[in-house]
Nanobody, 119 residues
Framework: QVQLVESGGGSVLPGGSLRLSCTAS????????TGWYRQAPGKQRELVAT???????DYGSSVKGRFAVSRDTAKSTVTLQMNSLNSEDTGVYYC?????????????WGQGTQVTVSS
């Protein structure tokens, strides 16, 4: 089992910045990708960013150039730096890890943290 705890959400004015963190605990062997996803009211959950254990990052098209994902392996933490925020970035942000152990592949989710961008 892997437990994920997100932190850093809140309210911010358009154009502002927030930093989200996701800290993993439990049995961490086999983790190969950590991702951030978000869900706005009435919309489907969408990919925001992912980062592999080797540090390769990927981003959803709507956040490229504004968001940056990084990881601190020693602290089992993945950080999402969000800049130039706008109202369309509002939603609940979830952290997820993909874990492979042998033939078994599972995704674990955090509880989510709310981000609100509003004037």
């Amino acid at each position: 089992q892997v437990q994920l705890v997100e932190s850093g959400g809140g309210s911010v004015l358009p154009g502002g910045s927030l930093r989200l963190s996701c800290t993993a605990s439990g049995t961490l062997s086999g983790i190969h990708t950590t991702g951030w996803y978000r869900q706005a009211p009435g919309k489907q959950r969408e990919l925001v960013a992912t980062i592999t254990t080797t540090g390769t990052a990927d981003y959803g098209s709507s956040v490229k150039g504004r968001f940056a994902v990084s990881r601190d392996t020693a602290k089992s933490t993945v950080t999402l730096q969000m800049n130039s925020l706008n109202s369309e970035d509002t939603g609940v942000y979830y952290c997820a890890v993909d874990v492979r152990r042998g033939l078994d592949l599972r995704r674990y989710w955090g509880q989510g943290t709310q981000v609100t961008v509003s004037s």
